[in-house]
């Protein structure tokens, strides 16, 4: 739980960024934690939404292709801070009064949740469109062979389509995750406390702007590349084994 700290004084920026009293140190770590907890579940919930347009989009039928069609075009197309305002307040009034209507109670969820489901929604969709492309990249002899073997769909996309294509998406994946850590800002807008919200309290209350917005922007850079050394190392065990351009074998 975040508790702002009230300032009686002047201090340093060092004072300022400590973890206990008069600092904010523990406050923008606990916004941290907040931005990774949201981008880590919204990722994962975008990555299955993914998987599942990516197939539906290639082998689905007409009305799938279409809705899915659809839903990827909206979400690319609107900007995602109306996508957030609309799907938060219009479509969680549309839920609840359904679940009214119906009898039930109104849906109350913790602000990570509802933070973790929009943004999802809104990564499902960007997920979806690298996932078909590192699909079609895999070649049709293997998914014939592999057919003429008699594979199931399942066992197929299991242990020929999803291994191979893996390579491929790795890289826009990455930049996905990238940019889901930096959308959880957005969600300051809607009052959620992750690490831009946090920053925000401490600046306004200590009026040191320069100060906070800067351990911020170090805050996500180390969280950017943090992310940058764990995912060459997924493309690396992805494309272990897998012939280079010039002949040879990672």
């Not at 993914?50 to 290639?58: D, E, H, P, Q, R």
């Not at 305002?85 to 609840?96: E, G, K, P, T, W």
């Not at 826009?172 to 959880?184: E, Q, S």
Request: aromatic residues 8%; glycine residues 12%; hydrophobic residues 55%.
């Amino acid at each position: 739980m975040l508790t702002p700290v009230v300032l009686s004084g002047a201090v340093s920026s060092f004072d300022l960024l400590a973890w206990s009293s008069p600092g904010w140190g523990a406050t923008l770590v606990a916004g941290l934690w907040n931005t990774c907890l949201i981008a880590f579940g919204a990722y994962a919930l975008g990555l299955l939404i993914g998987v599942a347009g990516a197939f539906g989009k290639l082998y689905g039928g007409p009305v799938t292709r279409d809705f899915l069609g659809v839903y990827t075009t909206l979400v690319r197309a609107v900007p995602e801070l109306v996508l957030l305002l609309i799907m938060n307040f219009a479509v969680r009034d549309l839920i609840n009064q359904a679940m009214l209507a119906m009898g039930y109670g109104r849906v109350e969820l913790s602000g990570v949740a509802i933070g973790i489901i929009i943004l999802g929604v809104v990564q499902g969709a960007y997920s979806t469109e690298v996932l078909r492309g590192a699909i079609l990249s895999v070649p049709a002899g293997q998914i014939e062979a592999a057919r003429a073997m008699g594979m199931s769909p399942t066992l197929l996309a299991r242990r020929i389509t999803l291994p191979l294509m893996a390579a491929a998406a790795v890289p826009g994946l990455a930049n996905l995750w990238l940019t889901v850590t930096k959308d959880t800002a957005l969600l300051s807008v809607l009052g959620f406390i992750e690490l831009t919200k946090a920053t925000s309290l401490a600046a306004q209350t200590t009026k040191a702007f320069f100060t906070f917005y800067l351990a911020a922007g170090v805050l996500y850079l180390a969280l950017s590349l943090v992310s940058v050394v764990i995912f060459g190392r997924i493309e690396r065990w992805a494309r272990k084994g897998q012939r280079t351009l010039e002949g040879g074998a990672h």
